[in-house]
Nanobody, 126 residues
């Protein structure tokens, strides 16, 4: 059974940093694009960023460009979301997801992703 587990969330002051991890088990995801999404209070789930299967390409929402980076370690079946210069509006539950499309491209549409983690809470205080 495929399982994604996020970790690394927490409470941080504005301007601070956090690194989220997403560990996959049940199968190898080294050939599949992975994405990060978030859902803030009273808001729709939105795309944060994603990374290609080989890590050579990343894509980010305009709201986080220049502040967030994504990397992956395929040997560990793990993807990371490094979040710097955090703002209160970054407060949300963050989810990782895998698109079940071998060597596919990263997209920003949630329903194109097939497997999801349970989410980790990130709270940024002002």
């Amino acid at each position: 059974q495929v399982q994604l587990v996020e970790s690394g969330g927490g409470l941080v002051q504005a301007g601070g940093s956090l690194r989220l991890s997403c560990s996959a088990s049940g199968r190898a995801f080294s050939s599949y694009p992975m994405g990060w999404f978030r859902q803030g209070p009273g808001r729709e789930r939105e795309f944060v960023g994603g990374i290609s299967w080989d890590g050579d390409s990343t894509r980010f929402a305009d709201s986080v460009k220049g502040r967030f980076t994504i990397s992956r370690d395929n040997a560990k079946n793990t993807v990371y979301l490094q979040m710097n210069s955090l703002k209160p509006e970054d407060t949300a539950v963050y989810y990782c997801a895998v698109k079940n499309w071998k060597f596919g491209v990263v997209t920003g549409t949630a329903n194109e992703y097939d497997y999801w983690g349970q989410g980790t809470q990130v709270t940024v205080s002002s």
